[in-house]
């Protein structure tokens, strides 16, 4: 067998993704502090929470910390310890913006129902929104914007969650801004995840991708459509398929 691959940045969903097997976690979580001490691998979370809820998260789970939290879906950054998310993204997503007006078109639509004050965020707005209608009200929803001349994109996942962003302002974008700001090799990074917000981190330039086994229909489905040699669908579930896949990629023995 050849040498291992050298890691340079790991990005990973939490919830059913890093999170769900506490033992492979702890496995996990051994090897990836030994890069970083070692290769100075820098380690990211991109998640759907905020940034709040991402530390409620802390409190019940033994995660390393990142060397940047990506939450809010992809619509906030926050880098090392800072307490504010990255300016130079904000004024990035700030361009063309307007959350009032998305607000009162998505109004007219009455199976949208607006998830908790904690879920809505400057550059995200967020809905329940049940499967059996889908199909109706996405397109016209996505017209209404359209109308409006407003550049944002629509992320449906987990047979529930609808969240609506600036265009550009997914989880596979910040990656990229990240992995541009620090110079890092698309082929030293790994990407992970389950679910439909977790695409984006798929679909943006060739850093190794791993779906971990319990994938939500929505991501297994994009995979299928659009298979390319550097994604890795993971049999076993959350971090014990990451570590498949990292295994597989040969970033891990």
């Not at 019940?60 to 910390?65: F, G, I, K």
């Not at 990142?66 to 926050?78: C, K």
């Not at 798929?202 to 994938?215: D, P, Q, T, W």
């Not at 459509?225 to 959350?238: D, E, I």
Request: proline share 4%; aromatic share 8%.
């Amino acid at each position: 067998m050849g040498s291992l691959t050298h890691l340079s940045l790991l990005v990973t969903d939490l919830d059913h993704t890093l999170v769900g097997n506490d033992q492979s976690l702890h496995r996990l979580n051994q090897i990836l502090d030994r890069y970083r001490q070692t290769w100075g691998t820098k380690i990211v979370y991109a998640t759907g929470r905020s940034r709040a809820s991402y530390q409620d998260l802390v409190a019940t789970q033994s995660l390393l910390a990142p060397d940047a939290l990506i939450s809010a879906v992809g619509t906030e950054i926050y880098v090392g310890d800072a307490a504010i998310p990255d300016p130079e993204w904000v004024d990035k997503l700030n361009v063309n913006w307007c959350r009032e007006r998305i607000v009162d078109i998505a109004s007219r639509f009455a199976d949208l129902d607006a998830q908790p004050q904690s879920e809505q965020r400057p550059f995200k707005v967020s809905y329940y929104l049940s499967p059996s209608v889908v199909a109706a009200v996405l397109p016209q929803l996505q017209e209404l914007l359209a109308q409006q001349l407003l550049d944002v994109e629509i992320i449906y996942s987990g047979s529930k969650d609808l969240d609506i962003l600036p265009r550009g302002g997914d989880k596979g974008t910040a990656v990229q801004f990240l992995r541009d700001r620090w110079q890092l090799d698309p082929t030293q990074t790994v990407v992970c995840g389950d679910s439909g917000n977790d695409i984006s981190l798929f679909k943006y330039g060739k850093e190794r991708g791993i779906i971990v086994g319990n994938a939500q229909s929505e991501l297994r489905l994009w995979h299928e459509l659009h298979p390319v040699n550097y994604h890795y669908q993971a049999v076993a579930k959350c971090a014990a398929g990451i570590l498949e896949g990292l295994t597989y990629f040969r970033f891990v023995a």
